[in-house]
């Protein structure tokens, strides 16, 4: 079965960075195009980055030019690279991968901003 386990998050302070990993099994990973989502508190859920299988990428407009999503096909394995962190990136960030339109997701990993 598809499973999608997100690790990497953590405590940072603004201007900091972290390493997101999801690490992916139960599918061909280099098919699909993968995406981050995230979940602030008391706000909906949010694309942040889409990676296509050929690498193509795509970041909402609030992490352009500080995130960067990259997958790793060898080790079934996505990658989001935040850097330059704000208070606002705080969240759940959750990995995504559609598959013959079901959408599954991984259990989410905690990013707090914080000073």
């Known amino acids: 079965q598809v499973q999608l386990v997100e690790s990497g998050g953590g405590l940072v302070q603004p201007g900091g960075s972290l390493r997101l990993s999801c690490a992916a099994s139960?599918?061909?990973?280099?098919?699909?195009?993968m995406s981050w989502y995230r979940q602030a508190p008391g706000k909906e859920r949010e694309l942040v980055a889409i990676?296509?299988?050929?690498?193509?990428?795509n970041y909402a407009d609030s992490v352009k030019g500080r995130f960067t999503i990259s997958r790793d096909n060898a080790k079934s394995t996505l990658y989001l690279q935040m850097n330059s962190l704000k208070l606002e990136d705080t969240a759940v960030y959750y990995c995504?991968?559609?598959?013959?339109?079901?959408?599954?997701w991984g259990q989410g990993t905690q990013v707090i901003v914080s000073s």
């Open positions: 139960g599918f061909t990973f280099d098919s699909y195009a």
């Open positions: 995504k991968v559609r598959r013959f339109s079901i959408d599954y």
């Open positions: 990676i296509t299988n050929a690498g193509g990428t």
